[in-house]
């Protein structure tokens, strides 16, 4: 899988593995970085969170200081 907009090196998500205690190389940090991103792709809110953030905006947009 190719993703045009990363803003995570492989170095850096080697990086933050190993400073969490796993030891990859730069293969398997691919793969691992490729399936987080893969997954944040096709990550969907609930219905309700949006309902609730559309509450909040609409209740606090009304209130004078």
């Known amino acids: ?21 796993i030891q990859v190389d730069e293969d398997e940090g691919t793969v691992i970085l ?6 944040a792709k096709n990550y969907k809110k609930p ?3 949006k309902d609730v953030e559309s509450l909040r905006r609409n209740r606090t947009s009304g209130k004078t200081l």
């Open 34 to 39: 490729d399936f987080l991103y893969l997954m």
């Open 47 to 49: 219905e309700e969170e």
């Open 1 to 21: 899988m190719n993703f045009i907009d990363k803003k995570v090196s492989v170095k850096r998500a080697i990086a933050i593995l190993a400073k969490n205690g």
